[in-house]
């Protein structure tokens, strides 16, 4: 089972072979991913947001319709709205970007380097922690009856005490429930595993 330990692991792996900072996007659907993690710096996360560059991100394309790894300067990617000139601005002078997963639960990230372009063995290395990051969060096809009508009338907005008296099972069983389903769905919380179980429509 996957744990937040083991998440952290891999990103401190990550984090040695991009020098200037990745974005990760882990099982993207319906536009959201399950989680994210970043280390760019805050300038450019401001100006990406603020000027809504998501729509136009050659990457965010590119990851969408190809699996994969490929170089920012690769020839063959378009980028029609210069985002990659505005990269360089923010120092992110040379990056790559990793595509894997089915499209309706698609990761994709990019590592970004200072000085210089990747080597294939750190392209090579980038994709294996990906892919590895992404099989590690997969998320399960189901809940059991139980954690899903204890979320349910936690959703709901009962309180433990009502959604025991509810269900007919002690307090104590119902908060068990609960911290089942947050394993599960991997979430630090009941409302975030509450709005993921909603995301992935398992409740």
Known sequence: MVTHAGIEIELRKLAKI?????????????TSPLMTFQTYDQAWLDHYTENGYA???????????TEGVIRWSDPSLPDPFGIFDETRRYGLNYGMTVSCGPIKSRTIASAAHGEREFTDDEMAMFATLIHRMHAMTELPQDLTRAQIEALKH?????????????????ESALKARLNSARIRLMARTTAEAIQRAKDYRLI
């Not at 936690?154 to 002690?170: E, F, P």
């Open 18 to 30: 991009a020098p200037a900072g990745y974005f990760i996007g882990l099982h993207i659907r319906f």
């Open 154 to 170: 936690i959703a709901g907005g009962d309180r433990h005490a009502a959604a025991a008296a509810k269900l007919g099972i002690s």
């Open 55 to 65: 729509l136009r991100d050659p990457m965010v394309a590119w990851g969408f319709s």
